[in-house]
């Protein structure tokens, strides 16, 4: 069965020893969640060290980038290569969050090279997408994801299912002056990416992963986690501190089991 996905980004957050405070607390919390996957994606620079804390404790928690380059080296000043991430071990890469789409021009066509080479290196692409609230506005979101995802998962064939996973986030859902999506919104599009999913990969499309990410907090997370389609949340800043996320993990935890 899969196992319901919980994670967080903590995007460019929490100082060294922060870090590393957060995962030795989460990680005894999260042995009492079995029916969980569990991960975190810290800045790349806390990445090594908490990789040794996971690794000391023998801990499940699953330890992703927020981003990656998709050649393996090169004259990319300021980037970091699917090779360099390998070396720490990682099991995630997030790729296409919001902020990158918006702030660093990152489009859809990288977003699938990135995928590629995240998958040709053995990690899991965390693909995420989402409609800006101007194409909601204009009643053309699922348009927009649809686009997003296609181009996205171009060349990603059926075996690679398993391996990649892929975050909703409305773009108008996410971060602090974001609004909370309807519980019948996020259901209406999670049951139209996976009909989008299953259009591309058959009947194996329902065994990719879809989590759902953009303002999750406890008074949300267990209604958008019953929904049929929802197959983990991708959290910000309400599992920022361990206490917080577990009360999310309890609370889910009442309506996944
Ligand atoms: P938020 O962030 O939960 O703080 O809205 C979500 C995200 O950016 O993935």
Redesign the pocket.
Known sequence: MKKFLLGT?WKMNKSLAEAINYTKQLMPIIKKYESFDFFIIPPYTHLWKIKEEIQTANSLLKLGAQNMHEEDFGQFTGEISPLMLKEIGLDIIELG?SERRQYFNETDEAVNRKALAALKHGFNPLICIGEKLENKNYGVSKEMLAKQLKIALTDISAAAIGHFWIAY?PVW???VG?TPAETPYVNEIHNFLRSVLIERYGKNGDDIPLLF????NINNASDYAQLENVDGL?????AWEPQLFEEIMQSVKTVIG
């Open positions: 980004n969050h986030e859902a996410i971060g974001g990410g953009g303002s999750v991708f959290i910000g800043r309400s």
